[in-house]
């Protein structure tokens, strides 16, 4: 009986761990799992090898607080920014993360396009529309996809290697 009572409670503890994982806004895919994406993701960025990477997290939410601990505990330098206070300029290597997966700050196109920086945000909108170069999006089926709008990377100076491009979806021109 005690036997039986400790593993319930085993599985009930893990269940709890998991409903309790970080999820983006929205309710898209986990904030472990974007920074993983992100991580990957910057490894097939020709235009950042050789240079210091560094993630700026725009947004006042506890999801970008999750994202950016979870951007460090992978080895990656990241820190967080409010809307309102994104720079007007930053060092080469930065990568700017839009916490809202619905709307992008005053001066993020100015700063990425005019500093050379890499534009993500959670989910596909933003990147289908343009306003990110690319967007970490959820499929129908539960399985994470990459949107990536190549008039915007090209804007923004960045090239992804044809590995990662064959597995994302790409929107904005040839």
């Known amino acids: 009986m005690k036997r039986t009572a400790s593993i319930v409670g085993g599985l009930v503890a893990m269940v709890a761990l998991i409903l309790a994982a970080p999820r983006a ?27 210091a990477v560094k993630v700026l997290v725009v947004g006042d ?10 951007l460090e505990l992978l080895g990656l330098s990241a820190s967080q920014v409010a809307p309102a206070k994104l720079p007007k300029t930053a060092d080469p290597g930065t990568v700017v993360f839009v916490a809202s997966s619905t ?8 700063l990425c396009v005019g500093s050379r920086l890499l534009s993500v945000a959670p989910g ?10 690319v967007g970490l999006g959820e499929k129908s089926d539960g399985r994470p996809e990459i949107v ?27």
Do not use: W
Request: proline share 4%; hydrophobic share 45%; net charge positive.
């Open 25 to 51: 806004l929205g309710g898209g895919l986990p904030t472990n799992l974007q920074a993983a994406l992100l991580k990957k993701i910057i490894a097939y960025d020709t235009s950042l090898e050789g240079k």
């Open 61 to 70: 939410s506890s999801e970008a607080g999750s994202l950016t601990r979870a």
């Open 124 to 133: 596909a909108a933003l990147a289908e529309a343009g306003t990110v170069s």
């Open 148 to 174: 990536i709008h190549r008039s915007r990377c090209h804007q923004e100076g960045h090239v992804f290697r044809a590995s990662l491009l064959a597995l994302a979806r790409l929107m904005g021109g040839p």
């Open 103 to 110: 709307e992008a700050p005053a001066g993020l196109a100015d």
